[in-house]
């Protein structure tokens, strides 16, 4: 892809020893101070995440209850607030400007860059430009064409986790009365594999901790997972937790800057001191060698217990456990050599952690999409959860599984019901409060509705908020998928990819933000979220809206329905005028919300309950917790070639760019680097600094070649016989089947490449 905009000068430097201090300071006003101004940045940062104030338009992480500090919020939290807050407005003026084709040329930072979308804009089939449309006529055209499809089934509506749960729900409301459960998300790209393998093995896709827990745990262990720049505010929790006399074990092909020191901004120490240390072992495992670790993690603690050190929970596993006898043999006769071939650890470094595991009584596992984004995802997924339950560590104070999710409400819409394969509680719930009949059918998941489109199953595709086309592996596949639409529609805040790789027609509908006010005919709406350790707290936008003509989400569903279903008993224009008559619907549908309005009204937040967490309960099949038996997933490379995995940079939230660099790894200038170890550099016939093309390898596909080309070459501590890149910008290595068993999440993590350039003759592979 072209970036014309950008004159790429990559600089190197020594990657970072500590995060956050004065640094990421500067940076979180800098950014804001750049977009939004001294006095109204300042006070943005002051409301952002308070009890009366909004929810961080970025991650997920919890909020403390109750009691706030008065700068509640991170680096990255402050670029994603100044980055919506932006001054900067994309109008009518900019696409008469510049044509789809000019705009492709772009980057994907230049885009986001902009501004704010102010108005609705309708791309005519064939055209070469977005024109201006009015809302009454937008919606109608979208009405229109739902309405002449052959079938519900024809359309697919997805969603972004930056939707409230009001919306969300709502959303869901109309598409199930419209007739179909294609409800893809986000969710389907990176946590999807999380809530297959927990709801297998505990009967609960979410954390079963809270953050006091994480605080006062003996032991956590985080896996494939960058907190310091993807969540840096689980730093202070971590900094806490070492404070209480926690062991920190971190899993990571990287040893990332973020678990290795923390220099808290808001303390003394964090200003001139050296801060806290954070992790006491680093692990650093081959890619998607966690299976394996894992394995002989479990197997180690096992076979100390068999010689009498007493380190499982025999109480917990007879009481509350199904299938240990069958899990122990297979940790006991997998072999040594296995384990430390396919993880790339030691026994002795695998026999560290384990001594870390035996002195907890009070373990927490966290993780990210360096676990989710496999092949074998649900594997590594079930085995942590296993581990977890050697030594009892569910459903008690300071232990429990946390998968740390990636946009503020990607929790919440699952939870309000955006999930193409609904239980059947949800829909017999929707049936009784709203009386029509629910489909029943599952839909199809993001990489599902890419395939549908293919086959001229899917002709409309209606998203709201995210960057479809860009998170999407393959391309090459999705984009032509998407232009055999007859509509899609993008509702969005921010100019994106999607928004110029489209069906026939398409719409962009501009909406209003988490920081913005939103007025409606009852009054100032308030909007709810739930954030990654099961709370739901309120958010009240604090600044006008960048334009007149924006709408609320919310209000683009109610108005859309009413268009699409007339027939309706359902009054969506009196939920557009008040969201309490929406939370009304959500109380009772959804269980767990009961007297919405009355507990956020009071207390502004509440807790979710959660059968593993309160009561040891575990509704599985089976009544019990679940151990599964998993195999040792088998890396083998040929000569020549490595294994992959995508990475996000210190300056981006999910395919959203702020810059190009990357501090804490030491990358200045330019996104377009492959990190190789040194020693493999050497060894491939390249030098440091050398451009390289690289070519994915797929045994499907050994006739064509799919490639990423000048990617510049940097030496970095990760293991031999591994590589890293940014994401988005090697998406197109990965076909679109390549995907989790069971969750099928795109498998961005494991890639296998080869390295190309003039230079160096390339082995045959």
Known sequence: MSNKSDIKILELSAPKEWAAGVPAVISAFKNTLDKVGLVEGAK??????????FDCP?????????????????????????????????????????????????????????????????????????????????LELVAKHLRQLDSPNQAAFYTSGRTSNEAAFLYQLFVRQFGTNNLPDCSNMCHESSGVGLNETIGVGKATVSLEDLEHAQAIFIFGQNPGSNHPRMLSSLQAAKRQGAKIVAINPLDETGLKRFKNPQEL???????TALRDLHLPIKINGDVAFLKGLCKELIERDDSGQKVLDLKFIEQYCHGFEAFKQDMLVTSWSDIEQHSGLSRQQICLAADIAAGSHKTICCWAMGMTQHKNAVANIQLMTNFLMLQGNLGKAGAGVCPVRGHSNVQGDRTMGIWEKPSAALLDALDAYYHFAVPREHGFDAVETVHAMQQGKVRVFFAMGGNFYRAMPDHSATEPALAQCELTVQVSTKLNRSHLYTGKTALILPALGRTEIDRQHSGIQTVTVENSMGVVQTSHGKIPPASAELKSE??????????????????????RDDYRLIRNGIANVIAGFEN??????????????????????????????????????????????LLMMTIRSHDQFNTTIYSDNDRYRGIHGSRQVLFVNAEDIATLGFVVGDKVDIHSHWPSERQSVR??????????????????AYYPETNDLIPLGSVADKSNTPAYKSVVISLHSDKVKSPSV
């Not at 943005?44 to 104030?53: A, H, K, M, R």
């Not at 705009?103 to 860059?113: A, F, G, I, V, Y």
């Not at 120490?269 to 801060?275: A, M």
């Not at 030496?715 to 016989?721: E, K, V």
Request: hydrophobic residues 40%.
């Open 58 to 138: 970025g991650c997920a992480w919890p909020d403390p209850l109750a009691k706030r500090a008065t700068f509640e919020f991170c680096e990255n939290g402050a670029k994603a607030v100044a980055d919506e807050a932006t001054l900067k407005r994309v109008g009518a003026e900019f696409f008469a400007k510049y044509s789809i084709t000019e705009l492709k040329t772009q980057s994907d930072r230049w885009l986001n860059e902009q501004g704010r979308l102010v108005t609705p804009m309708l791309l005519a089939e064939g055209a070469s430009h977005y024109q201006p449309i009015s809302w009454e006529q937008s």
């Open 554 to 575: 919310v209000a683009i569903v109610a108005e859309l329905a009413h268009k699409v279903l007339p027939q309706s008993r359902v009054d969506w224009l009196a939920m």
């Open 269 to 275: 120490n964090g200003v001139i001191g050296q801060g």
């Open 44 to 53: 943005l940062l002051t409301q952002l995440n308070q009890v009366d104030g």
């Open 596 to 641: 919405f309005n009355q507990r956020i009204e009071q207390f502004g937040e509440f807790v979710l309950p959660n059968p593993v967490r309160d009561n040891r309960q575990f509704n599985t099949p089976s009544g019990k917790a679940n151990f599964v038996v998993q195999s040792i997933n088998n890396n083998t490379l040929a000569e020549g070639q």
């Open 707 to 724: 490639q990423a080309k000048g990617f510049t070459l940097v030496a970095y501590n990760i293991p031999r016989g591994n590589a890293a």
